[in-house]
């Protein structure tokens, strides 16, 4: 049964806390409860899980309850929807027939088409569809917007290495990994891709990717399940400066003036590179509580949507290029390598 969007707010004004859940609670879905169990004004009410043990123990961690996703529904405001993404669009769908605000975790769904359409109906029926970008939230990156003002970049390098999983991962790094660096970046760059050059390994382990603004910023993207250190770095060049963001310990630094020098010392020569660095004060905190307390403001007070299902879909589109750029480029080199090994003096085999 379809309800009308609760608008409660959070405040002292409020007759009862917001009432939250969670549809799939595998590790990221389990984050997900722990958050909503910690805010402040929010009450987690419930658990969904194909798994019906699995919801049944994590229920029992955060002192819930565990429901079918049809009952769960009725029982909350807001929902996160943290279930493999083939079954993204037909919860999402679910929620918002039922009335319920939902945060989707990212990728938001595997058919941009769908997409387009859950995203009209969320907006028909009043219903708040937030896509979960957990990076917009890092404070490091919350601080760019305020730090590129009057800049204008000439290139974005992105970074997002580490060692392999002891998991099973249904998507390629592209897809997984470094959607979370695109996403940053098309939110940093406003203008349209020009073009998309991209290269894999043939397992999908690891992927670079150039990508082309139409207003002439080149950013360079990495993503690896090989690398044995873990690194998360976004580096944004101008011509003045560097700015570089640490996910990891959510820091930014800033490089400039710097200058080369050759110095006299001791009747000799000795060059010096001399460079300034500022390192600006980043209130830190959990990235998670900062996007599911957002995705709580915007579904009780009205307020905005700070990573809307259009950036889901922008974001989801160039992974796909960049995927089938990579793809094509393996197979040419597969090709080319096959084509070699056939080759004898008396010609092709």
Not at 74 to 86: I, K, L, S
Not at 179 to 200: G, Q, Y
Not at 248 to 255: M, P
Not at 326 to 334: G, K
């Amino acid at each position: 049964m379809s309800r009308e969007p609760d608008g409660l707010r959070t405040d002292g004004g409020r007759e009862r806390p917001v009432r939250a859940g969670v549809i799939g609670v595998g590790s990221m879905g389990t984050n997900h409860a722990r958050v909503y169990a910690e805010l402040r004004g929010v009450e987690l009410v419930g658990v969904a899980d194909a798994d019906a043990d699995r919801a049944a123990e994590v229920a029992a961690d955060f002192g819930t309850d565990a429901y079918g996703i049809e009952d769960l529904l009725e029982h909350v405001d807001v929902v996160t929807v943290a279930v493999p993404t083939p079954y993204h669009a037909s919860v999402a769908r679910q929620c918002i027939d039922a009335g319920v605000h939902a945060l989707v975790e990212k990728p938001f769904v595997d058919d941009l088409g769908v997409g387009a359409e859950l995203a009209a109906l969320a907006e028909d029926r009043g219903v708040v569809l937030q896509v979960g970008h957990i990076e917009r939230f890092n404070p490091a990156v919350r601080a760019l917007p305020d730090l590129l003002d009057g800049v204008e970049p000439i290139a974005i390098t992105a970074n997002r290495l580490g060692p392999p999983l002891n998991r099973e991962m249904g998507d390629g790094v592209v897809m997984d990994l470094m959607i979370h660096d695109i996403d940053v970046v098309l939110s940093l760059v406003d203008a349209e891709i020009d073009r998309v050059a991209a290269t894999a390994t043939p397992d999908e382990q690891y992927a670079t990717a150039q990508v082309t603004f139409e207003n002439g910023v080149i950013a360079s993207l990495t993503a690896s399940r090989l690398t044995q250190q873990k690194t998360r770095t976004l580096d944004i060049t101008a011509r003045d400066r560097l700015i570089r963001v640490d996910y990891l310990n959510q820091s930014v630094q800033i490089f400039r003036q710097s200058r080369p020098d050759y110095l006299r010392d001791n009747g000799g020569v000795r060059y010096r590179h001399e460079v300034v660095m500022e390192q600006p004060m980043i209130n830190t905190g959990e990235p998670l509580k900062r996007e599911l307390q957002a995705f709580v403001d915007a579904a009780t007070d009205g307020g905005p949507v700070l990573v809307s299902p259009a950036d889901g879909l922008r974001a989801i589109d160039l992974a796909r290029r960049i995927e089938a750029d990579a793809e094509s480029t393996v197979q040419s080199v597969e090709t080319a390598e096959t084509t070699e090994t056939t080759e004898t003096p008396e010609g092709r085999q």
